[in-house]
Every structure is written in structure tokens, then in C-alpha cells.
């Protein structure tokens, strides 16, 4: 994750450049500030990630699984390795999602404006993410199923499941797009299918994280809270005076059952 935001932020120092703005605008200063406090809550994780020790055999062996709530017990019978690697398939598709705004006009002219927005957008939900596991320290579902390997429950990354990291950031992807794809092309006809697919791409990823035994309900729905937030407010606070008076309607619902986890965007 940490290589990942370095070059997310790399990546944005090499494309920056100024063009007329016509729907989104950056303040410099105001962007240099973001992107300071995203990198500086992505070293504090760094950091306090030193202190934080793998668990150890028996405790591990003193987990109990009735100490979980009911509704993110189901959780620990889960622990599915495809499907976790689908997850970064999924994960993939919607981080690189985005790039359909340059198949049109408006997209192309504020190209540096989007991946401006967009580099901020991931830098803050992995820096969100990263620096809230690293204080929260929640143990991962799998660690409560007797199946898996001790190898496997005896890592770092066993004890950081709140919250979904993969959720949150597909979610910041997918809502982006939706968001800066409904605000550049307002009557495009692809926009239902481009909305459609994006959002169940990271629904499927939330989905998988959990059929996996990475993570509880709760770490999903929270992920997909906080990535649909940052995915739509960073473009949100950087439109044009003339943009905004359009109306900006967005609803965000998040669902639970026994019968799995449901997710719905209104744009």
C-alpha cells in the first residue's frame, strides 16, 4: 500500500500542468495541502505499524468466535484463497476504471484536473484506511477458523481487517467515475451502463473480501461508506462556480442480511 500511494503521488508531481477548467478547477494550494496531509497520515501508519506485533499461537488459540457479534459471525466459516485473488481482479478493473472519461472530450481537456482529483482521491482513502487498521488492530475472520494454516494467522496482516481496504478503494473508484462521468457527460447514453458496472464491480469486491475470510460485514460496509464518500467529495468540493449550479443529488445505501451485503448509489 505504501509503495502504491508513493506512486500515485509521483505520478501526479509528473502530469501537472495547467489548462482551462471548465467543470472542475484546482487551487493549488489547497491541493498541495491534501496531498501533504494524505502522505503524512500514510507515514504516521508506516510508523505505528512497527509497534503493532503479529499474534501469537496461543492467542490465537484463545480466540473465541461467540465473542464476535451475531451479524459478522458468519464470517469465520469463510476462507476461499480464489476468491481472494479474484478480489484484486475486481480491485483492478475498477482502479483503472476512470480512464473512460478520456474517451470523450471534456475528459481529455481536464486531464490534468482528473488525475489530479483521482490521485487524491486514492491517496486519501488508502491514508484513511491504512492509519484506522493500524489503530483499530481488528483480527481477521479467517484467524477464527481452525482450517486455515497457523502460517497464515501469524502474520501482520492478520490483525488489520478493520476495514476493508479493497472495498474502500473500489468504492473511491467507482463512485468517482460516476460522479465525474455524470458531471462531463450529463445525456450520455452510455452513463446507466457506465454507472451499472462500475458500482457492481465494487459491490463483487466487497463480496469476495468477505467470502474470503478477510474480512467481517462490518468491514466491508464501512469500506464502502468511507469510499463512496471520498469518491464523491473530492470531485464535488473542485467544481466550477458555473458547474455547481446544477444540482449535485447523490444517495448511498448500505444493506445487510443473512442472504449477503447490498450496496446502492443514486447519482
Same mark, same amino acid.
Given at each position: 500500500m505504501k509503495r502504491f500511494s508513493s506512486l500515485l503521488f509521483l505520478?501526479?508531481?509528473?502530469?501537472?500542468?495547467?489548462?482551462?477548467?471548465?467543470?472542475?478547477?484546482?487551487n493549488w494550494t489547497s491541493e498541495s495541502i491534501q496531498l501533504g496531509s494524505a502522505l503524512a497520515l500514510e507515514i504516521a501508519a508506516d510508523q505505528i505499524s512497527t509497534s503493532i506485533k503479529p499474534l501469537t499461537l496461543a492467542e490465537i488459540s484463545s480466540l473465541d468466535k461467540n465473542s464476535i457479534n451475531s451479524f459478522d459471525r458468519s464470517a469465520v466459516n469463510n476462507w476461499n484463497t480464489k476468491a481472494g485473488s479474484l478480489s484484486n481482479v475486481t480491485l483492478g478493473l475498477n482502479f483503472i476504471a476512470p480512464a473512460i472519461l478520456l474517451f470523450g472530450e471534456r475528459g481529455r481537456k481536464e486531464l490534468t484536473t482528473g488525475i489530479t482529483m483521482y490521485s487524491e482521491t486514492m491517496l486519501y482513502a488508502l491514508a484513511v484506511n491504512q492509519i484506522t487498521k493500524m489503530l483499530v488492530k481488528r483480527t481477521r475472520p479467517y484467524n477464527y477458523n481452525s482450517t486455515v494454516s497457523s502460517s497464515e494467522k501469524t502474520t501482520l496482516d492478520a490483525r488489520l481487517s478493520f476495514y476493508s481496504g479493497h472495498t474502500t478503494i473500489s468504492f473511491a473508484s467507482a463512485v468517482f467515475l460516476c460522479k465525474t462521468f455524470s458531471d462531463y457527460y450529463p445525456d450520455s447514453k452510455a452513463k446507466p451502463y457506465v454507472i451499472g458496472f462500475s458500482l457492481a464491480t465494487a459491490a463483487l469486491t466487497g463480496y469476495l473480501r468477505y467470502e474470503s475470510g478477510n474480512h467481517f460485514p462490518t468491514d466491508i460496509i464501512t469500506g464502502a461508506v468511507v469510499g463512496s464518500a471520498i469518491g464523491y467529495f473530492v470531485p464535488y468540493f473542485h467544481k466550477t462556480s458555473a458547474s455547481s449550479e446544477t444540482s449535485d443529488? %447523490?444517495?448511498?445505501?448500505?444493506?445487510?442480511?443473512?442472504?449477503?451485503?447490498?450496496?446502492? %448509489?443514486?447519482f
Open positions: 505520478f501526479f508531481l509528473l502530469t501537472t500542468s495547467l489548462f482551462p477548467q471548465e467543470v472542475y478547477k484546482l443529488k %447523490v444517495s448511498f445505501n448500505a444493506s445487510a442480511s443473512p442472504m449477503g451485503i447490498g450496496f446502492v %448509489v443514486i
